[in-house]
């Protein structure tokens, strides 16, 4: 589904350079290399604040320690993203109400967000899932009007611009309350091993954030607050913040695969392709089409017989999942996300397609469609 060897071996000679000198100066937590990545990364997402931490995950957990939410707090997610989103909330014993996606997006429907809030709700947490962003100016005025906490979950999205109706433009993970993001490798910006980071506009979060990151500590050995270890190693710093160069032509070959396919696949009865909102530009971290009346799992095995990896992004959405059983997850009816989570097949994407792979992958997907 990725490529990261080829992208690797094209920065190789900087990539190993930054690697040695953290191993040079023995500096490998903490330190300059990591502060210069998260004041870089700052800069790039147009926020004031940066908190590196150990991956995805663990952002969106400490995110909700930092924003105060109590066992029983209820906090909106979407049903359709990966596990990570409500995992984290189920573990902080928040409730996590989910909501359906809009069928074009796959991000959550604005008006089940609205529908779905209660006196408990605290929190909304979007989800800009396959690098599409959620209308966020409506979600915004959706927290405003309720005094709810939003959580961007830019994991899948890191880069995407969003475009306000105003006319002004801002980076996804900017503009809620907190925003986090993973450096997990095959992300749009991977790191080599796991990595995420935190990004909040407001000093006195940030500083909470970055307490509860350190075991709640902002003086060494002198504990505020219960928190946990959540640490982005200077190695992985080091390779981002080369990797951060990079981004924006990451973007750009990503949008030009998307593009590939897209013409590839446009007008054809049985294929819808990703749908792109004019209020974003779609950063592809997964291209994802919706199969109508194809058998998705001959479709599959005809590409992985041919050589060609392909995806179902998620297999099982989270209401559905066993561990959320006892948190009421059968009583959910998300016809869109069941409908989404039968149909949908992401195929390969990243930086290093070239047009020969992809007509091999989009002539293959549909030979076996038009059988
Ligand atoms: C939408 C979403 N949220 C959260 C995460 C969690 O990130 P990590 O794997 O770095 O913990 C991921 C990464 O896989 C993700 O795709």
Redesign the pocket.
């Known amino acids: 589904m990725v490529d990261t060897k080829t992208q690797y071996f094209k920065i190789k000679d900087e990539v190993d350079a930054a690697v040695l000198n953290v191993m040079e100066s023995s500096m490998f937590i903490g330190g300059k290399v990591v502060n210069d990545f998260a004041i870089n990364l700052a800069a790039y997402n147009g926020v004031k604040h940066v908190i590196p931490c150990?991956?995805?995950?663990?952002?969106?957990q400490i995110s909700m320690m930092a924003l105060g939410l109590k066992p029983g707090d209820e906090v909106i997610t979407p049903s359709f993203?990966?596990i990570?989103?409500v995992e984290a909330a189920a573990l902080l014993h928040l409730t996590p109400v989910f909501v359906d996606v809009d069928r074009q997006t796959f991000c959550m429907d604005i008006e089940a967000v609205e529908k779905a809030i209660t006196p408990k709700t605290k929190a909304i947490i979007p989800?800009?899932?396959y690098g599409h962003a959620v209308e966020m100016e409506k979600i915004m005025a959706i927290a405003k009007r309720h005094n709810l906490f939003v959580i961007e979950?830019n994991?899948?999205a890191i880069g995407c611009d969003y475009s306000f109706s105003d006319g002004s433009v801002s980076k996804t993970g900017s503009i809620g309350h907190i925003g986090?993001?993973?450096?997990?490798p095959s992300?749009n910006l991977g790191a080599f091993g796991?990595?995420?980071a935190i990004f909040t506009n407001d000093n006195a979060l940030a500083e909470k954030l970055k307490m509860i990151a350190a075991h709640g500590q902002n003086k060494r050995y002198y504990h505020e607050l219960v928190g946990c270890n959540s640490r982005l190693d200077a190695i992985q710093a080091a390779i981002l913040d080369i990797k951060l160069k990079h981004l924006d032509e990451y973007i750009a070959s990503r949008r030009k695969a998307a593009d590939f396919y897209d013409n590839a696949f446009a007008g054809h009865e049985k294929i819808s392709i990703p749908s792109r909102a004019s209020y974003c530009n779609h950063v592809f971290?997964q291209y994802t089409l919706i199969l109508n009346n194809v058998d998705r799992d001959g479709l599959t095995k005809y590409l992985a017989d041919k050589g060609i990896p392909s995806m179902l992004y998620y297999p099982v959405p989270c209401h559905k999942q066993k561990m959320f059983d006892s948190l009421g997850g059968t009583n959910y009816q998300l016809p869109i996300t069941d409908w989404l989570t039968q149909r949908v097949i992401s195929l390969p994407i990243h930086t290093e397609l070239d047009e020969e792979q992809q007509f091999f992958i989009a002539s293959s997907v549909l030979k076996y469609i038009n059988l």
């Open positions: 150990a991956n995805g995950t663990d952002a969106l993203t990966y990570a989103t989800v800009h899932l979950d994991a899948q986090c993001t993973s450096f997990y992300k796991d990595g995420g971290h």
